[in-house]
């Protein structure tokens, strides 16, 4: 007797899918995204678990969520439930935003790491750096972790300074401050900067510990301008500018609701890469089942004001004429659309039909397009009735972001 296949929920997909999104930014704030280190484990028996990657999503978004409330989080999930007789694998993720981060930009900085991070997939561990945040997942737990031999890692700027102590005296004074001040600390003299930071999930000796070693890696930037420790669980760097948030201090979280579902573009190749791997290890919905979701869905599409008809956007696109073209977006074309009432848009036709998780597809754009962010063009709604799907932009002429 055959087992019956699991139907991964579309929700799981839908969170890679909405990698499609292509935000702009026009924020003057630096909530620090650029990576310092993304380092990825070996391929493991879990990686070839066809639940691993769905746990691996759910888990993402567990964290996005538990972020709106505070600066650190973690997550554990088995891949198979425990009623199962198949084996199961164990996902294990933490996510830091650096104390000095304001509510939106700690949001912002874990966006962009989720969309790095399945760079690494399909293997079992992996974690990234970026200068405002840090994210890791792996199949144990190992939330007090401080140092590790094996994956502990410190990077150098190539250009010079005379001081030759530039940057450690300042790096060590960060350290102990965040010894003592529950694990965040900032310093600054002479033109030096350096800031430090343990998870949350350390305790003060764990916390000393790693931050001692992450001294002793970054003295090896001697007469550098920046130098950086990313250690399995802390962060160190000194810089020749003043990078973090003044007086290093945290001003409170806005309203739940109003809280950023922040999502960024991810190259199309590392994307069909990712779903192309999800295509492979699990078997999509039988046809009925589609249909059947589908029904569901249009009759709540119909009432919602995300709903444009693909006839009206097919000729707001002078059916995407190429005069209309505005450019090429993460997996499909951008098209300038003018609406019945004269409303400009940008419309953008994927390259692929997403019918096949629709449910889950209506559900993100409805709350996305709820969201109004300084980092964002907003999302007005999309269409997925027509023979392709389509998302409905507000329409940003050329450099006006640029303000």
Request: contains cysteine; proline residues 4%.
């Amino acid at each position: 007797m055959h087992s019956p296949t699991k139907t991964i929920p579309l929700k799981h997909v839908v969170v890679l899918c909405s990698l499609f999104f292509f935000p702009f930014s026009s924020s003057s704030s630096d909530p620090r995204t650029a990576v310092s280190g993304l380092f990825c484990g070996v391929r493991s028996n879990s990686s070839t678990d066809p639940n691993y990657i769905p746990t691996f999503v759910e888990d993402m978004q567990s964290l996005s969520l538990k972020l709106t409330t505070r600066r650190f989080a973690t997550q554990s999930m088995n891949s198979t439930p425990s009623n199962s007789k198949t084996n199961s694998t164990s996902v294990f993720a933490l996510v830091q935003c650096h104390k000095d981060l304001s509510p939106s930009d700690c949001q912002l900085c874990y966006a962009i790491a989720r969309t790095r991070l399945p760079r690494c997939l399909p293997s079992s561990s992996a974690r990234i750096f970026l200068d405002g945040c840090f994210l890791r997942y792996e199949t144990y737990e190992f939330y007090q972790e401080p140092v590790s031999e094996a994956s502990d890692r410190y990077s150098c700027s190539n250009d010079t300074v005379l001081d030759p102590q530039f940057g450690f005296r300042v790096s060590e004074t960060a350290a102990r401050v965040a010894v003592r001040n529950g694990g965040f600390g900032v310093a600054g003299e002479s033109g030096a900067h350096a800031l430090a930071q343990c998870w949350e999930s350390l305790g003060k000796e764990a916390c000393r510990v790693c931050l001692e070693k992450a001294v002793g890696e970054v003295k090896r930037c001697v007469s550098r301008r920046e130098g950086r420790a990313m250690n399995s669980g802390c962060y160190l760097r000194f810089s020749d500018h003043k990078f973090y948030n003044a007086h290093g201090k945290f001003h409170g979280f806005y309203n739940k609701g109003v809280i950023v579902a922040i999502v960024l573009t991810m190259s199309a190749f590392v994307m069909l890469i990712l779903l192309a791997t999800y295509v492979i290890i699990v078997k999509v919905s039988k046809t009925k089942q589609e249909q059947r979701n589908l029904g569901l869905v249009s009759k709540k599409f119909n009432n919602s004001k995300t709903k444009f008809k693909y006839e009206t956007l097919e000729k707001a696109t002078d059916y995407f004429s190429t005069k209309k073209q505005l450019g090429q977006g993460g997996n499909g074309t951008v098209f300038l659309g003018i609406l019945p009432n004269g409303e400009n848009v940008a419309v953008k036709r994927l390259v692929f039909n997403t019918r096949e998780w629709v449910e889950e597809f209506f559900n993100e754009v409805n709350l996305i397009s709820g969201i109004e962010h300084k980092n964002l063009v907003k999302l007005l709604g999309c269409s997925i009735e027509g023979p392709e799907s389509l998302l409905v932009y507000e329409y940003v002429p050329n450099k006006s972001l640029d303000n």
